[in-house]
Nanobody, 132 residues
Framework: QVQLVESGGGSVQTGGSLKLSCRAS?????????IGWFRQSPGKEREGLAT????????FYGASFEGRFTISQDNDGNMLYLQMDNLKPEDTGIYYC????????????????????????WGQGTQVTVSS
């Protein structure tokens, strides 16, 4: 069972930056994992921000997030990060770290499409508030 714990949320003003972290445990060596960041803003559905396959360098972003948000992971693949720059009030929400397990084909597709339905493991979320 994969366990994910986010940290780094907080309150910032418009134009500010935050770096979120996600500590993971429980990965199985026999599986691939797509790991990524999602958020749920007030009154909106949960949306995909950025993903990458654990242990690989390629990154994928949801529309309108590339350029302001940068996803990365440590060399061990147990820490996932999201650097967020030029934050706007509409970025306010709860940010979640998630993992999708499976074959290479499945996780590659989950990452490329930010397919939320493929993500079985979720953290508890961390609140980000951007004030104008």
């Amino acid at each position: 069972q994969v366990q994910l714990v986010e940290s780094g949320g907080g309150s910032v003003q418009t134009g500010g930056s935050l770096k979120l972290s996600c500590r993971a445990s429980g990965y199985r060596s026999s599986k691939y994992y797509c790991i990524g960041w999602f958020r749920q803003s007030p009154g909106k559905e949960r949306e995909g921000l950025a993903t990458m396959v654990r242990g690989y360098r390629g990154t994928f972003y949801g529309a309108s997030f590339e350029g302001r948000f940068t996803i990365s992971q440590d060399n061990d693949g147990n820490m996932l990060y999201l650097q967020m720059d030029n934050l706007k009030p509409e970025d306010t929400g709860i940010y979640y770290c998630a993992a999708a397990p499976g074959s290479w084909a499945l996780v590659d597709g989950a990452c490329r499409d930010l397919n939320i339905g493929q993500f079985h493991f979720w953290g508890q979320g961390t609140q980000v508030t951007v004030s104008s």
